[in-house]
């Protein structure tokens, strides 16, 4: 069990070294953060704007992977808390001249930022960003480890649903063993003493989970279905088909997909999430993904307040900008 | 339909641990009584002497359709299988159209209903074409009947894709069967490499292409808990390497064909093709670990691999002609004469790998004579002496092992569902 990150600092308020991913926080971090993220729900965002808690900062996007959703997401969250939020290019920088992540990263430091927000193909990167540099780093996503802040909106978004966040089934289904998202939920899941099922073929949701992580691993998807409260739908990867993880998508969809018929076998009160980009008719179909069980736009929004939140908490405490 | 009696018989069926002089009735297709039968007014046939076993199952054959039917269609490949006294059996995947998608699969279950005289259990391709790079579409393929996966014909030396099949594969339920040859030894070899090929001048395949592939696939089974089936093994150190691994428990199960278990590589000496298979016919050592194996539960049955080829194919010179031999219509009366006669295996045994084993390794309801069971029956004349004349045989494929033989042991009688579907004259 981890020990609680979320220590009071000087000030009264809590805040948070950096977010690297959910493996180190404790339960009441997770419940904190889901807390703080829905009373910012609850306002309105002229009331928010108008406090502008960040104001003065100056956060710096660095993304190296592409993405739509959490780059947005991250920098609607911070400029409505009031901070100055800049994307660091990096698909014409410097790197592609052949500067090291290091001496980028030093850069950017430099430059003078209070926060940096990282997406990287490599898992691990944050954990070795944070140590080159002094300002926090938020893990949007690194390789196949952990994506923090998704497990978290997830949470904000079956809370919201549900009305609780523990005294739950989770199935989540798919490429689970490539999947930072699985794994980051499969951390919230276990320290909030929820019931995880695991569903895809044993090449992408393999026994040695077992062996990790306190989860049932299953291959059946019409058994599981009407045992979950929550079923989190994971995109399927063209590429790992290329690489003989299964033999087609076809294939895939007709013993993973969920569509109609098993839409049917989820319980009325189930919710059906996904963390997008959607593949339709491959591991999701329109049936599932716009009924009214789904909680797939929920989760967009949930993703602006849940990364306010961790904004606020890593950055509202930490006295005067650096720069 | 109507009832038969099979009277006197000596039933021997090892799944249910029967050795006994019985009766059968038959009725609707199904064993309804094992045991004393009162005959009254029903259709009797007197099987005194005879040997009443479960309907014999080949896991491994080859029919050529779709695709090759000049060499064997799948109606005369279940003729030739009833002709051997065989009620069930396994056709491999590399036919021309391969069975590496749903519609072979249920092409081949259609045409064998059609036929209608024993059961056929298609095996689907592990890769697309056999090319040993792309999976099949497994899952899908076991829906539609397949109850196993082999790119029999070839090994899968993709080593990496067959650790994925081993892996997806555990959640068909079904076994992996694998033809087991290291391809980088064995080029252009036309029979085993030892002291035969060395004074024959001919190139050979040595045993260790077999037992290194079965090395590897033992290792990958174990890491990944996956099941695998060895197909026609033909060497001593194999079938060590086997032995131990179910010591320790690893899911693997293997077969031997008759032309193996009483063959060696001295027939080449007459350079006919009709003796050229693969894996090629070997020494007396294998031959001797072959018998070793079945005896003690290392080799769990017997299948015979039939490969037909035509006249003209095997006619061709040894370095160009197909690897292949039939042997549907040999294998009772080679099991018996090589092996149940000259007490190397108990008639138990002999008949346990053909029947219950089999079964259940592929997991169909066959290969015991249980009261409720199907009536599927196989009658065997043990002392039966006849001359091996493969121009009279059912199968299109021309060439066979045992040419010119003579064997002692006969299916006499082969009955499916309660219909006889072969009887000899």
């Given at each position: 069990m981890a020990t609680r990150i979320l220590g009071s600092s000087k000030g009264t308020k809590p805040s948070l070294p950096g977010l690297?991913?959910?493996?180190?926080?404790?339960?009441?971090?997770?419940?904190?953060?889901?807390?703080?993220a829905r009373k910012l729900k609850g306002r309105s965002l002229e009331g928010i704007r108008s406090d502008a808690p960040l104001k003065g900062r100056r956060i710096m996007t660095l993304f190296f992977e592409s993405s739509s959703r959490t780059k947005l997401s991250f920098t609607i969250a911070g400029r409505t808390l009031g901070a100055d939020v800049l994307d660091f290019p990096t698909s014409t920088s410097s790197m592609s001249k052949g500067e090291s992540l290091k001496d980028t990263v030093l850069t950017v430091e430099a430059l003078g930022i209070d926060a940096v927000i990282l997406r990287h193909p490599a898992s691990g990167s944050p954990v070795y960003l944070s140590k080159i540099i002094a300002p926090p780093v938020v893990n949007a996503g690194d390789g196949s480890n952990e994506h923090p802040t998704q497990a978290l909106l997830d949470l904000l978004a079956i809370r919201e649903r549900l009305g609780r966040i523990e005294q739950l089934t989770i199935a989540m289904v798919g490429d689970v063993l490539h999947s930072r998202v699985a794994r980051s939920n499969i951390y919230a899941h276990q320290k909030l003493g929820n019931r995880i099922l695991l569903v895809g073929p044993p090449t992408l949701v393999p026994d040695s989970l077992r062996g990790s992580y306190p989860v049932e691993i299953h291959h059946d998807l019409d058994r599981v279905l009407p045992e979950a409260d929550v079923v989190v739908m994971l995109r399927i990867q063209q590429e790992r088909m290329k690489e003989q993880f299964f033999p087609s998508l076809r294939e895939y969809h007709h013993f993973f997909a969920l569509d109609e018929r098993r839409t049917k076998l989820l319980k009325k009160s189930a919710l059906i999430m996904h963390p997008g980009p959607m593949n339709r008719d491959v591991e999701i179909t329109g049936h599932a993904?716009?009924?009214?069980?789904a909680a797939i736009t929920q989760q967009v929004a949930a993703g602006v307040y849940t990364r306010m939140a961790v904004l606020n908490l890593v950055l509202a405490e930490r006295g005067k900008s650096r720069h | 339909?109507?009832?038969?009696?099979?009277?006197?018989?000596?039933?021997?069926?090892?799944?249910?641990?029967?050795?006994?002089?019985?009766?059968?009735?038959?009725?609707?297709?199904?064993?309804?009584?094992?045991?004393?039968?009162?005959?009254?007014?029903?259709?009797?046939?007197?099987?005194?002497?005879?040997?009443?076993?479960?309907?014999?199952?080949?896991?491994?054959?080859?029919?050529?359709?779709?695709?090759?039917?000049?060499?064997?269609?799948?109606e005369t490949g279940m003729r030739s299988a009833v002709a051997g006294g065989f009620t069930s059996v396994a056709p491999m995947a590399n036919s021309q159209l391969t069975a590496d998608n749903e519609a072979v699969i249920h092409f081949i279950r259609a045409r064998a209903k059609?036929?209608?005289?024993?059961n056929v259990y298609p095996i689907g391709a592990v890769t697309k074409g056999l090319g040993g790079e792309t999976l099949a579409e497994l899952g899908i393929m076991a829906e539609a009947g397949a109850v196993a996966f082999s790119d029999d014909g070839m090994p899968i030396m993709n080593t990496q894709l067959m650790r994925r099949a081993l892996e997806y594969t555990k959640m068909l339920h079904r076994p992996l069967i694998v033809h087991e040859e290291d391809k980088n030894l064995t080029q252009g070899a036309v029979m085993n490499e030892g002291t035969k090929s060395l004074q024959l001048g001919l190139r050979g395949m040595p045993a260790v292409a077999e037992e290194i592939m079965v090395g590897r696939d033992i290792a990958l089974a174990r890491y990944t808990g996956g099941r695998v089936h060895f197909a026609h093994l033909s060497g001593l150190e194999s079938i060590e390497l086997v032995r131990r691994a179910k010591r320790e428990?690893?899911?693997?199960?293997?077969?031997?064909?008759?032309?193996?278990?009483?063959?060696?590589?001295?027939?080449?000496?007459?350079?006919?093709?009709?003796?050229?298979?693969?894996?090629?016919?070997?020494?007396?050592?294998?031959?001797?670990?072959?018998?070793?194996?079945?005896?003690?539960?290392?080799?769990?049955?017997?299948?015979?691999?039939?490969?037909?080829?035509?006249?003209?194919?095997?006619?061709?010179?040894?370095?160009?002609?197909?690897?292949?031999?039939?042997?549907?219509?040999?294998?009772?009366?080679?099991?018996?004469?090589?092996?149940?006669?000259p007490k190397k295996i108990s008639l138990s045994r002999a008949i346990a790998a053909m029947t219950v084993n089999p079964a259940r390794i592929l997991a169909i309801n066959k290969g015991a004579l249980s009261e409720g069971s199907d009536a599927d029956v196989t009658l065997i004349d043990p002392e039966r002496r006849w001359t091996v004349d493969s121009s009279t045989f059912a199968t299109r494929g021309r060439a066979c092992a045992f040419e010119g033989l003579e064997l002692m042991g006969k299916a006499v009688m082969t009955v499916v569902a309660g219909r006889i579907v072969y009887q000899e004259r």
């Open positions: 690297l991913g959910i493996a180190p926080l404790s339960r009441q971090d997770i419940v904190q953060i889901v807390e703080d993904a716009d009924s009214e069980q | 339909m109507e009832s038969l009696v099979i009277k006197r018989g000596r039933v021997v069926d090892p799944a249910n641990g029967l050795d006994h002089e019985l009766d059968l009735l038959i009725q609707d297709g199904k064993i309804a009584r094992i045991g004393k039968v009162d005959v009254g007014g029903k259709k009797v046939f007197d099987a005194r002497g005879l040997i009443v076993a479960p309907g014999l199952i080949d896991m491994h054959v080859h029919f050529r359709e779709p695709g090759r039917s000049d060499k064997e269609s799948i059609e036929v209608g005289l024993c428990g690893v899911a693997v199960t293997a077969e031997a064909t008759p032309h193996h278990l009483a063959l060696t590589d001295a027939e080449m000496a007459r350079y006919d093709a009709r003796t050229k298979m693969n894996p090629p016919l070997r020494t007396e050592t294998d031959v001797a670990a072959l018998w070793q194996g079945l005896n003690d539960g290392t080799i769990d049955a017997v299948a015979t691999d039939h490969a037909p080829h035509t006249l003209d194919e095997k006619q061709d010179e040894l370095s160009v002609s197909p690897f292949g031999v039939v042997g549907l219509e040999t294998a009772v009366g080679a099991v018996f004469t090589y092996g149940v006669h």
